[in-house]
């Protein structure tokens, strides 16, 4: 059995509580010890980050050898008492588990000719519901994943159109830019050209004025 455990100090550890059973031990007795040891450290774990946050407002800054660091190295010999605490929840859990056998085996398969006329599958056992409780977090925690992923990718999506509506309006305006462009070299070739055939036309005029006459060539007309 797995559990975060949150620090005051922001860090996270993960906690595991691991037990060793012969295969023929109740599994709903395991996983309720389990569970008992899970939320018993988590309260000692409390209870000694409480003590030491309060014997650090009460002594400051303290030196090595002072009383509040006596008492952090307390702490830590505090956690080897968590093994009294663990050793009195499993002896009280055998012993719940003795005077309340049937409680722990309801449901489960082999308990005589009560449940000798259903099958295996049908037959809905503690074991059964811890395993389908897991399957369901499992499967919340994959499509909360797969929620985050599609979220995600939604703002890459919205990004990109924005990118691409920006893109696309800079397209439009560089065609505007280019038309105009275009107009304005247009405009200017023909003010060139026009320019080219009135000086021509003005030195045609000067070449046949000297040898007809100005101004309206009469010594060629007559």
Known sequence: MKKTLHGADGGTDLVTVVTLAHQNVNRTLILSTLKKIMDKYFEFREDLGRTATASALDAGDAAPGSPQTLHEESNLGKLGEFKLYM????KFEELQYDTNRRMYSFGAAGLGDRYSDQEPGEIITPNSLVSATEEVDEVRSLM???????????????SLVDQTERLQSSSVMFQKNALAIKRQMWWSNIKFFGILGGIGLVLLYLFIG????YPFFSECIH
């Not at 909360?144 to 999506?157: A, P, Q, S, T, V």
């Open 210 to 213: 000297v040898e007809c006459g």
């Open 87 to 90: 050793t009195q929840i499993i």
């Open 144 to 158: 909360l994943e797969n929620i985050n992923k599609i979220l995600g990718r939604g703002d890459k999506i919205s």
